[in-house]
């Protein structure tokens, strides 16, 4: 059985850091998808960053780009999602997810497995 569970969540101001955490288990595939996906009060689910396991290949969502980067500890077999020069427009609930096979990375409808999600709130 496939769990993430994230973490590293929080309040910050306008401009400031944080990273967020996702260990993975119970996963068997030797290549898949992994991503960080945000939702906000009102707004649909969507996809802010991904990567391929297997190539370490990354995706970003436009709106994050230059900011965010998404990392994988394979010996810890942790996702991460490092976010700076943080908006308050990235306020949203922030979730991890994991497919196998071929997606389109930043398609949250694509992914099969999810975490519990953590809060993350910008403040102006």
């Known amino acids: 059985q496939v769990q993430l569970v994230e973490s590293g969540g929080g309040s910050v101001q306008a401009g400031g850091s944080l990273r967020l955490s996702c260990a993975a288990s119970g996963y068997t595939g030797s290549s898949y998808y992994m991503g960080w996906f945000r939702q906000a009060p009102g707004k649909e689910r969507e996809g802010v960053a991904a990567?391929?396991?297997?190539?370490?290949?990354?995706y970003y969502a436009d709106s994050v780009k230059g900011r965010f980067t998404i990392s994988q500890d394979n010996a810890k077999n942790t996702l991460y999602l490092q976010m700076n020069s943080l908006k308050p427009e990235d306020t949203a609930m922030y979730y991890c997810?994991?497919?196998?096979?071929?997606?389109?990375?930043?398609?949250?409808?694509?992914?099969?497995?999810w975490g519990q999600g953590t809060q993350v709130t910008v403040s102006s």
């Open positions: 997810a994991a497919a196998g096979g071929w997606v389109s990375p930043l398609n949250p409808k694509e992914y099969t497995y």
């Open positions: 990567i391929y396991t297997r190539r370490g290949s990354t």
